[in-house]
């Protein structure tokens, strides 16, 4: 399989809508009535069903992460269609794609755990697994950029387990998120299970619960223990008895939030159910990554005064917006452009992030890389953009408001550069273009992921809708340079 193969999902338009936008409003939907814990969740254990019927137990734990901070996903999920004894499965493929686009997998970590005869790699296997794939829409629309390791397990002796926890503890920091995807028990006659005659929502939620305990407090022994006495058709014990042996000591986990598929058609003679847990462990810290002096450059000379006022600006335009359903002019908003600093009257290219304040979640991004109309225009402009105008997101709207942090990135102008060579990491953002297809990354994008250039060009391309490897042909490139303030 060439180096540059992607999987594409084989579950869209079936378990979740094939079409981008009714699948981000699908996801939004979950994720909207979820509370953020005190404490952001790094490990969680999630159902794999069809977003109809687990995908709002699903959101309480996406929405439990602390997306500001991860920059790789280890995924454990069991195998449904293929017999695997012992045996961990990842993809040889380095990407996988989704209606939302395509997530760079983390081959290097792949590369190292292939070295462990525990490891095989078979795209057939991943190719047509649900328990990863129905993963993959939460993580894209839950996270910025990010690398992921899809991990298929099949039935595990207890050294098996004990040898896969081993060989993935080492990867676990504190920029990663370990997904552990489980149904748990499956009720009626084709899933061979039915022990309750009588009470049998109530008897298999007392079940589920009593599992679900024994997994939040790590007692591995006791999980063991009710699948042998109760024989409780749970299809992701196996991820979930490894990501038991790798979280650390005196983690304890949180139950936030349990459903089944009957709970509105009230028919609990077949019925699957879901639990949601999350865990916030004290992984070590992730490797140093220094960002570059040039990194913290300021171009444009734009003083605290003005970062205070065009952060003011953008924040007062939004709520014009929200109150008015107009768009505000700088008379609306009481700007006086004859007062305004040289500074902010210069032409300058700036993008206007929104992001969640809860869990840092990305929630609009919109900007503008040529120098075509004073800096304090340009956020005034961008500002509705990236509230309102951001295809990635429904409009933002008032109840939203009030718990989201802006973030502006001011440009200086953008240059041709002869090759990808000359970019610089830490110091330059950046644009490709190929083939009619262009994408742009701000400066800081690359050292907040700690990559480094070929990564970094990597991502770019397949943010423009091209093959990973894109770059290293026939593409053309132009850098600029920002100052960056947020509230």
Known sequence: MSASQTLASTIAGSWYPGDPARLKAMIDSFLAPCPMPEKPCNAIVVPHAGYPYSGPTAGYAYAAVDSRKIRRVIL?????????????????????????????????????????????????????????????????????????????????????????????????ADDVLLVVSSDFIHYGRDFDYEPFPQDTEAKSRALNLDAADAICRRDTARFERILDESGATICGREPIRAALRMLPDGCIGTMLHYATSSDESRDFSRFVCYCSIGFHAEFPPAPERTEPAAAKSQPGGISDADRKFLLDLARRAIQYALNTRMVATADALGVNPAALSPAICKNMGAFVTLSLKQNHRLRGCIGEIEPYRPLWKAVLGRAIDAAFRDPRFLPLTAAEFANVEIEISALTPAVPVGSWHDIVIGRHGMTLTKNGRSAVFLPQVAPEQGWGIEETLTHLSMKAGLPPDAWREGASFTVFEAVVFHE
């Open 76 to 172: 454990l999920a069991p195998s449904h269609r293929y017999g695997i004894r012992d045996l961990a499965v990842l993809p040889m493929a380095d990407a996988v794609s989704t209606p939302l686009g395509t997530i760079a997998l983390d081959t290097a970590m792949r590369d190292a755990l292939l070295g462990n005869a525990l490891f095989r790699a078979d795209d057939g296997v991943h190719r047509l697994e649900h328990s990863t794939q129905i993963q993959y829409p939460f993580l894209q629309h839950c996270l910025d950029d990010f690398k992921l390791l899809p991990v298929i397990v099949g039935s595990l002796s207890g050294p098996a387990a004990d040898a896969l926890a081993a060989a993935l503890k080492p990867f676990l």
